[in-house]
Nanobody, 118 residues
Framework: QVHLVESGGGLVQAGGSLRLSCSAS????????MGWFRQGPGKEREFVAR????????YYADSVKGRFTISRDNAKNTVYLQMNSLKPEDTAVYYC???????????WGQGTQVTVSS
């Protein structure tokens, strides 16, 4: 079991940057694949980025590729999402998630609000 807490959200102007953090409690953080998802107003939750547990392979949604960077620090039990060149359409609640397997994300944080003004 792992408990996830996101932080770092806020209000930023278009073109600005934010770094989200997700702190995980529990053992064996390094064995979890980690991901970031978001849900914008009136939209369904969508995948943003993920990083695998063993190889650290990274995947991004096309909408954020080249602007967002996911990383993890296993010594700190933390995964990050660096968001640059933010756009108003990036406005959403951002969720951190973890999984042991390869099918679905089993554990979710409470979310952190990111608002990008035009």
């Amino acid at each position: 079991q792992v408990h996830l807490v996101e932080s770092g959200g806020g209000l930023v102007q278009a073109g600005g940057s934010l770094r989200l953090s997700c702190s995980a409690s529990g053992s064996t953080f390094s064995s979890y694949g980690m991901g970031w998802f978001r849900q914008g107003p009136g939209k369904e939750r969508e995948f943003v980025a993920r990083i695998t547990s063993v190889t650290g392979t990274i995947y991004y949604a096309d909408s954020v590729k080249g602007r967002f960077t996911i990383s993890r620090d296993n010594a700190k039990n933390t995964v990050y999402l660096q968001m640059n060149s933010l756009k108003p359409e990036d406005t959403a609640v951002y969720y951190c998630a973890a999984r042991r397997g390869t099918i679905s994300f089993d554990y979710w944080g409470q979310g952190t609000q990111v608002t990008v003004s035009s």
